[in-house]
Nanobody
Framework: QVQLVESGGGLVQPGGSLRLTCAASGTIYNIGWHRQAPGKQRELVATISSSGRTTYAGSVQGRFTISRDNAKNTAWLQMNSLKPEDTAVYYC?????????WGQGTQVTVSS
């Protein structure tokens, strides 16, 4: 069993930046950041494989960067040029050979 803990959310003005962290208690392979805004379905934002291959949703391409440190079992989501529509609870999801895990989520609010 692996536990994931997200941190780094908060309130930021439009155009600002935040860096989210996902810390895992054990070895993880693929990592994904998801978000869920009020009244909307959870959506996939970005993924990174154990080899470092990344994918992004079109709405965040060029503004968000996902990265990881395998030795630390940690991943990050650097979010730049934030927009009000990026407001959501952001969740980290990770998988290993035992299963799939979710963190508790961290709130990101983009507002002036």
């Amino acid at each position: 069993q692996v536990q994931l803990v997200e941190s780094g959310g908060g309130l930021v003005q439009p155009g600002g930046s935040l860096r989210l962290t996902c810390a895992a208690s054990g070895t993880i392979y693929n990592i994904g950041w998801h978000r869920q805004a009020p009244g909307k379905q959870r959506e996939l934002v970005a993924t990174i494989s154990s080899s470092g291959r990344t994918t992004y949703a079109g709405s965040v391409q060029g503004r968000f960067t996902i990265s990881r440190d395998n030795a630390k079992n940690t991943a990050w989501l650097q979010m730049n040029s934030l927009k009000p529509e990026d407001t959501a609870v952001y969740y980290c999801n990770a998988t290993n050979f035992l299963g799939s895990y979710w963190g508790q989520g961290t709130q990101v609010t983009v507002s002036s």
